[in-house]
């Protein structure tokens, strides 16, 4: 669904002057935001609003077990997660105002995660992730909460993971779309080293955009951080989806019949 | 037409995830372009593609005596070409992606002081002029090149002019909307008095950004000072319209029932 360009003569005085329209796309991008394990979708709604103007639709929600009061927090899987994602971006999808090649996921900590294997499952264009955490593949259908009884989770976290060896990373390893990938200096749950992992299995995307935020921690507790992540995720998301639009817009004002 | 919220209990295993869904206003805002005397709306073209690329409708045409080949541009009066533009307007208005609340109008030169006086006749909320012409009333009628003739024309833009003694600045002095006034510093066309004019013009403007281009020419003969009208101008309408549509997203999230 691209920009339209529309020449039409329209009538003055018995004259007719030449008037050109530009159309923005009828369809619009879909943005599906994931919050962190012991987040909600409350902390995704001024960043969501931000980009909601921009022209874009967006969806929040709360991952199951994170429900007000959060109920069987303990026996949620990333399987139950990972399926609430999937039916939410579905419902995105059916949302006819927007395109489905347009859709956007952005997630943070665990929310990375699993947006980085819902790639795997449904069109993903655009993939946001901001300190993406990393699980061993076993156990995947225990309790999310029991996989940090593992004392070798925080090792494996220290270590290099090849996308062969992780669901999460070979789900990037496959990805084609554009990619930005937050990191804080300063995260001592989702080290260096995990999001080496992560920019290491981006091989194949379209655009790869990384960006440290100095002196943050995991959580980034300092509201500056905060505002520094939410500005670089805008401007991100701007320049894909503007410049695509922008560029719609050159090629049909380049068609022949208009020049 | 504002943003839209809305919250979804959405079914998974026999469970439900709460969403909210944020989309932008159904209606666009409308961007009309007035090229100057001796232009066309090929200049305005790369303009237009840019905005719409933000979600507006964009409309450019060729002033009366502008078509390619020109006729009888020697006969084409003020008259002529602000009911020209009113007829464009209503063209842009008759769109039903269009909200007419949300009408930009865009004008270079003589096109700048066409679009201070349709103010008068239409609505507009958000005005960029950059280097407006000014001219005296008398001769309403006359064709426009024939104003050239008088001898006191240049002297008559280095005067202060008040609002009650001129049809466009008393326009201006009418509008409440947000204004964006663009100077060139070199402009001998449209020298700063006539600047200043316009600028004390809108005393009753909701908002009012001037800029300076400096050492510009009035054509912009530089390629460099084009690019920088362009910027500002963009700058200024991101800012005027997503800063519209965050609020209302603010206060649609901000409902009791979504809290």
């Not at 059916?94 to 699993?114: C, H, M």
């Not at 990191?183 to 440290?212: C, K, W």
């Not at 520094?228 to 090629?251: D, V």
Request: proline fraction near 5%; hydrophobic fraction near 40%.
């Amino acid at each position: 669904m691209d920009v339209q360009v529309e020449r039409r003569r329209i009538e003055v005085d018995r004259q007719a002057v030449l008037a050109t329209r530009i159309s923005p796309p009828v369809r619009l991008p879909g943005i599906l935001f994931v919050h962190g394990w012991g987040g909600s979708q409350r902390h995704d709604l001024v960043r969501a609003r931000e980009i909601a103007a921009l022209g874009c639709v967006c969806v929040t929600f709360d991952l199951r077990g994170h429900e007000h009061p959060p109920l069987d927090r303990d026996r949620v899987s990333r399987e139950h997660n990972l399926r609430d994602l999937g039916v939410v971006h579905d419902w995105l999808c059916q949302d006819f105002r927007v395109d489905t090649e347009q859709i956007a996921v952005v997630g943070i900590s665990y929310g990375g995660y699993l947006a980085a294997l819902l790639t795997s499952l449904r069109p993903v264009r655009w993939l946001a992730l901001r300190s993406p955490a990393l699980y061993k593949d076993a156990g995947w259908n225990r309790p999310k909460q029991a996989l940090h009884e593992d004392p070798d989770l925080m090792p494996f976290r220290h270590r290099r993971v090849s996308p062969a060896a992780n669901r999460a990373l070979a789900a990037c390893a496959r990805f084609r779309g554009d990619v930005l990938l937050v990191g804080a200096e300063n995260d001592e749950i989702v080290p260096s080293p995990v999001m080496s992992n992560y920019q290491r299995a981006f091989s194949q995307a379209r655009t790869l955009t990384t960006r440290l935020l100095t002196g943050a921690d995991h959580a980034l507790s300092d509201r500056r951080d905060q505002q520094a992540y939410t500005a670089i995720l805008i401007r991100w998301l701007s320049e894909q989806i503007l410049s695509r639009r922008s560029n719609s817009a050159r090629r049909a004002l380049a068609r022949p019949d208009l020049s």
